[in-house]
């Protein structure tokens, strides 16, 4: 079966070759892609149903001997991620047959995207620091492609931004990883667990400070934010989508497994930086939604708010907070992409994004206005929504833990992205239609069915939150198992 975690890597790999051979057709490549997002979605299940019924896994990627071995390792949290960005990349090529232009299709966007694809599986996987960073850089270079792809001004302002903070982030990570080699001799997540505990504290703190900063700039928290609201509302709707999915995402998912794993005898000086950072990320993230009149730009904003909440669950380190952060992660990936499709529905029936030259959406298309207050309420926390549950679980954590302060800062933000999502609906949803709005295209299936799904999904994790929560509970469990972890791990790199 320890094949099994090798083919997340494969399978988007072997797609995104199919589809540069098929270069000429983009229909081929979307036909392609849809085949092979769907064996990646399966593939994905079957590995996270394995991990959970035994267990942490380790595939040795070619049979090298150690200590040159590379080991890709599976267990609940990556099984989790996984399936959760598999879903999210079904969705974004099902609603890229409409939501994106043949411009673009014939510049190999669908390939593009199984490289993202591919390089996010990779970097779920990697049981070794240096590894983590090479798929990194997959997904560094696959996004940039894709967000210029059509060469638009504000795509390459925006692209130029990106490009930069990420290079000087690579630079940051590929230094941190440096001092953890120079300390320990090792880069495999498993031995550096047992090294690290032999390594001055001064030293490790310093290697911690560096490997932080770096994952921070590509997380987009505080205070190295300002290249995301830029980046994200420049391309077409689709690649927004799946990038506020996955990108930041992986990028706090790597600081879970290197602050839980290599650094947790350095974890108390380490969470109160990660809890300030927390709250300061929430508060300018959501501040900034808070004045733009750009839905994309406005929805860029909570992408950098809700990564608050998730280095909340870091920060605060018990097993109850680590189960909200990863119900969250879950959460906050559907309902954000779910988010970002909407605002492109909605640009197909109006042409704008500006919101003051929306209006009327509720009153002529109120299923629409259902996929958008769906994901829009859970966001914002409301119950029977999955956002309700995973806030919930994380404010019950920070009162558990004395952290009233925290707890104060993430209900407040909770109230300010209700604000959000309420102006949101009131210049576009609501009030009056434009009267520019005749020709417009409508909606075709191929966008509304892959935004139902997701916003669906953000209904079902809430009525389902106890069996989710429960995952969820065995994927924190397993964080928390260093010893276990190290041990499947560690053998693999001595």
Not at 46 to 65: E, I, M, S, Y
Not at 195 to 209: H, I, K, Y
Not at 247 to 272: H, N, W
Not at 286 to 302: E, N, P, S, T
Request: charged share 10%.
């Amino acid at each position: 079966m320890t094949f099994l975690i090798a083919l997340p890597i494969l399978i988007p790999l072997a797609t995104a070759a199919s589809g540069f051979i098929a270069a000429a057709s983009p229909s081929v490549q979307r036909r392609l892609t849809l085949v092979g997002t769907v064996a990646l979605l399966a593939s994905t299940i079957a590995l996270l149903a394995h991990v959970l019924k035994h267990g942490t896994r380790v595939h040795q990627a070619g049979d090298w001997p150690p200590p040159i071995a590379v080991p890709l390792v599976a267990d609940p949290l990556s099984g989790i991620v996984l399936v959760t960005a598999a879903l999210l990349g079904l969705a974004v090529v099902v609603y890229s047959r409409q939501g994106v232009d043949r411009r673009r299709k014939a510049l190999a966007y669908y390939p593009l995207v199984q490289i993202l694809l591919f390089g996010t599986c990779g970097a779920l996987l990697a049981g070794d620091l240096f590894n983590l960073f090479v798929w990194f850089e997959v997904m560094l270079v696959s996004s940039f492609v894709l967000l210029v792809l059509g060469g638009e001004r504000a795509q390459l302002e925006g692209g130029m931004k990106y490009v930069t903070m990420n290079l000087l982030a690579s630079l940051l990570l590929l230094t941190g990883i440096g001092l953890v080699y120079r300390l320990t001799g090792t880069l495999n997540l498993g031995a550096l667990s047992m090294a690290m505990r032999d390594v001055p504290g001064n030293a490790a703190l310093a290697a911690a400070m560096v490997l932080l900063v770096a994952l921070g700039i590509k997380a987009a928290a505080f205070p190295v934010f300002s290249w995301l609201p830029a980046a994200y509302a420049a391309p077409p709707v689709a690649i927004s989508a799946i990038f506020s999915a996955l990108l930041t995402k992986v990028a706090v998912y790597a600081m879970f497994r290197i602050f839980t794993v290599v650094f947790a005898q350095d974890s108390g000086e380490i969470r109160p930086i990660l809890l300030a950072c927390a709250g300061l990320t929430m508060l300018t993230g959501v501040l900034g939604a808070m004045v733009q009149m750009d839905v994309r730009r406005l929805l860029a904003f909570h992408v950098v708010s809700q990564i608050g909440y998730l280095l909340m669950g870091l920060g605060l380190g018990s097993p109850l907070a680590l189960l909200g952060a990863v119900f969250f992660m879950v959460h906050i990936m559907f309902a954000k992409a779910a988010l970002f499709l909407v605002s492109g529905i909605t640009h197909t029936l109006r042409g704008t994004y500006q919101l003051d030259r929306m209006g009327g959406i509720a009153r002529e298309h109120p299923g629409i206005a259902v996929l958008f207050l769906l994901p829009a309420l859970s966001m914002a926390g409301l119950p029977p929504l999955s956002g309700f549950f995973a806030k919930l679980i994380l404010i019950r954590a920070g009162l558990e833990a004395g952290a009233y302060a925290m707890v104060a800062v993430a209900a407040v933000v909770s109230l300010l992205t209700l604000y959000s999502m309420i102006k949101i609906w009131t210049l576009a949803f609501w009030g009056t239609p434009p009267v520019t709005v005749a020709g417009r295209r409508r909606p075709g299936p191929g966008m509304l069915v892959p935004t139902a799904a997701l916003a669906g999904l953000v209904l079902v994790i809430g009525i389902a939150a106890e069996p989710v929560a429960l995952v969820a509970g065995q994927a924190a469990d397993a964080l928390l198992a260093t010893a276990a972890y190290a041990e499947a791990v560690a053998g693999s790199g001595r």
